[in-house]
């Protein structure tokens, strides 16, 4: 891959001052500006010449140019009308950007190659479940908070176990990559980041996937109780099914022990009683 050439803590503190920016906190706007994180990210983008790739959150158009250099098409999402009128301006002469004035949540995804997010920390785990739904695409990379990332990882009975680290587990496999320091943003946000692929998996091993989340949350709910003790507190009906021979062993076992696999079970044996 062609090398980044840039001093972009100087570029991005211009645009800044040219454009008269006022970054919204809300949204997160913290712009990259370490050129050995922006190699890495478009490394593990790893964008092709025949790619149609998605940028959500393009910002002010620092990865979005270097993917665009090495891509077919890059799709780039952003929310702020603001940015949208400075990206409009940075990369007019780009024939192969299309931009996209939304927010990423209310949009369906269009069919990709790959996927590409510095994501903001507020909307991190409604757009990976949107990712993960909506599976237009071969692979996302995106950086989340360190803490988010590391609960995407987490293996059962850790504290950082929970539903959404079995949800994720059941629909993706996620590779964590490298850490990111707080350092390599401005402004500089509270956190470190952790840069993660996600690769969908090829099918999904639950049809109700709304359902799921519905049972997985109930019982996350009481994620330090026993199975017996969880379903007692939450849904007793439920526990009248405990002596199915299938599930029978889980019955001891506490929420946060529970294996992706034995919540599928679990729900597939509830299920006609949800």
């Not at 840039?6 to 006022?22: F, P, R, V």
């Not at 940075?90 to 990709?112: A, G, H, Q, Y």
Request: hydrophobic content about 40%.
């Amino acid at each position: 891959m062609d090398r980044v050439n840039c001093d972009l803590l100087e570029e991005t503190i211009k645009i800044i001052k040219h454009y008269n920016l006022k970054l919204k906190k809300r949204w997160g706007q913290s712009f990259l500006v370490d050129c050995n994180v922006l190699e890495k990210l478009v490394s593990y983008v790893n964008p092709c010449p025949n790619d149609t790739i998605l940028e959500i959150g393009a910002g002010i158009g620092t990865v979005t140019r270097e993917l665009a250099k090495r891509c077919k098409k890059v799709i780039a999402v952003e929310i702020d009308r603001n940015l949208v009128k400075v990206l409009n301006e940075v990369l007019k002469d780009f024939s192969n950007i299309e931009l996209i004035e939304s927010d990423i949540l209310s949009m369906k995804l269009p069919r990709v190659d790959k996927i590409f997010s510095n994501t903001p920390y507020s909307i991190s785990s409604p757009l990976l479940i949107k990712l993960l739904k909506e599976r237009e695409y071969n692979y996302a990379i995106l950086t989340f908070q360190r803490e988010f990332a590391d609960r995407l990882v987490a293996r059962p009975g850790t504290p950082n176990y929970g539903r959404l680290t079995a949800l994720v587990s059941i629909l993706a496999h996620v590779e964590p990559k490298d850490n990111v320091s707080r350092s390599s943003f401005f402004p500089r946000p509270e956190v470190d980041s952790r840069i993660v692929k996600v690769i969908p998996r090829r099918e999904i091993p639950v049809k109700d996937l709304t359902l799921f989340e519905y049972f997985t949350s109930l019982l996350f709910s009481q994620r330090k109780r026993t199975l017996y003790s969880a379903l007692k507190h939450i849904k007793p009906i439920l526990v009248n099914l405990l002596s199915d021979k299938r599930i029978k062993p889980l019955v001891s076992k506490r929420i946060y022990q529970l294996e992706p696999e034995e919540l599928l079970q679990l729900f597939e044996t509830f299920k006609p009683f949800l």
